[in-house]
């Protein structure tokens, strides 16, 4: 390679591109235009982004696996404070607490969590989320905030009765029409309702026990929670009904009545 001198930039020696003629001698080394030798590193260095740019694709499509159903975790979006898009290559650890049930067809999951457990504070948290999809828009969260079906039980099979009106069930219709949806004062609807594939289960309702139910026996009990969601359907002025995963999760209860 030729040293440049001064100020100017002489041209630089490959010598691979030479070979021996049919004396035995090698011919002079070719030598490159500084335009030629500038273009060349300059598509060398776009290969070297893209393969950059490749790598980190790969890393964002999540390669992890979701430890229950075995498929490889997503790498869709969350927005933060500021409105910039960020993953979560992790997503996996919020499904690491509780108790969840998957709906194989659409992989929406309801999970289970308890919190403050063998207290008389011990309270349960339902959340609904997704390893593998985002929810979409028009989601609305029932009116009342119940549920189909919220039952706690002996381990025999005992049916516990709940607190007379502290009730979390309800009978909700396939269909309500959006005059009859509770709103805001802007006149928006209430409830509105959503979950990213890569960040924590969205929280439907979180309940402390003792305000449902008097437990008298300390002992362990199972737990059953059956949310529904509403979303805005095919009937043009209606919400239709969604059925979400039933979810049974154990729990140990102490008394919490004197």
Known sequence: MRASSGTGFQPVQFPCNTSPDTTGKLPAPSLLPRSQFIATN???IHLIILCVAASLAALAADLTKDPKTGRAMPGSYNVGINWEYYLETNAIRFWEEGVWQENTNNYWRVILCFWDTNTLNVRVSVGVGSAAVNSGGGYYVAPNGKFAKFELAKINGAIIQQIKGASLED?????????????WPDGQLKGLFGFFSNSPPAQLKEVKIRDIYSINDEGDYTLTVSPVIYKFGTNVGYLDRVD???????VHL???VK
């Open 244 to 250: 979400l995963p039933s979810v049974t999760s154990k």
């Open 171 to 183: 009978q909700y219709p396939q269909s309500i029409s959006v005059h009859d949806f509770p709103r």
């Open 254 to 256: 102490v008394p919490n």
């Open 42 to 44: 300059m598509i060398k």
